[in-house]
């Protein structure tokens, strides 16, 4: 069946240094990406989107990457710092959003 | 600008028995959605509403679970009977249009023994 699934459950980083989370999908038509992250307690939080039109797409300390012919996406984060710990989601939007398992990410001080 | 509200944050009952979880949408917002998130997955959308009418519910069990938007604003889901297998949290989310970004509530914890 369909799915948007993670590579790594867990990825522990040192502070400062950049993270890398990686999400792969199976359906080739999918055109519409987003991540999210979610602290413990709390919803999914928006982080960024990016459509099929693009390969990547930059915001404030996260780039994401879509590569559509291996069907891959990645999330960077620059100088991890504490507060990003968390459990990191990517989904396809298709009108409704189906979520991969998450990457937790731990920052290491 | 306040966000989604859910309550209560947790809840705890045995199998069987009934529960339900209400959810207020940001203001304005037209599209309504429920998502049953068990421990260690994401999220799975259960029912999704534009305004008081149901736009997908694939998802939903509908044996047991149900969901109500009466007056296009504040929504109730409910379970009953409950089983072991209902232990997650149930995550509400709104956006102003269908496809729009969604803004998630803290979500409700359920622990069924």
């Known amino acids: 069946g369909e799915s948007v699934g993670l590579h790594l459950p867990t990825l522990s980083v040192q502070e400062g240094d950049n993270s890398i989370i990686n999400c792969a999908y199976s359906n080739s038509a999918s055109d519409y990406f987003i991540w999210y992250k979610q602290e413990s307690g709390k919803g999914p939080q928006f982080i960024i989107d990016i459509r099929s039109n693009m390969d990547k797409r930059q915001g404030q300390r996260v780039t994401v990457l879509l590569n559509k012919t291996v069907k891959h996406l990645s999330l960077q984060i620059a100088a991890t710092q504490p507060g990003d710990s968390a459990v990191y989601f990517c989904?396809?939007?298709?009108?409704?959003?189906?979520f991969g398992a998450g990457t937790i990410l731990r920052v290491k001080s | 600008e306040a966000g989604v509200a859910q309550s209560p944050r947790y809840k705890i009952i045995e199998k069987r028995q009934s529960v339900a979880f209400w959810c207020n949408p940001i203001?304005?917002?037209?599209?309504l959605y429920w998502y049953q998130q068990i421990l260690g997955q994401g999220p799975k959308l259960l029912i999704q509403?534009?305004?008081?009418?149901?736009?997908?519910d694939s998802q939903l069990p509908k044996d047991r679970f149900s969901a109500e938007r009466l007056k296009g604003v504040d929504s109730t889901l409910k379970i009953q009977p409950a089983k072991l297998e209902d232990s997650a949290v149930y995550l509400c989310a709104s956006s102003l249009r269908r496809g729009d970004e969604q803004f998630f509530g803290p979500g409700t914890r359920l622990t069924v023994l």
């Open positions: 989904a396809e939007n298709r009108g409704k959003l189906v």
């Open positions: 509403f534009q305004n008081n009418g149901v736009v997908d």
């Open positions: 203001s304005g917002h037209a599209t």
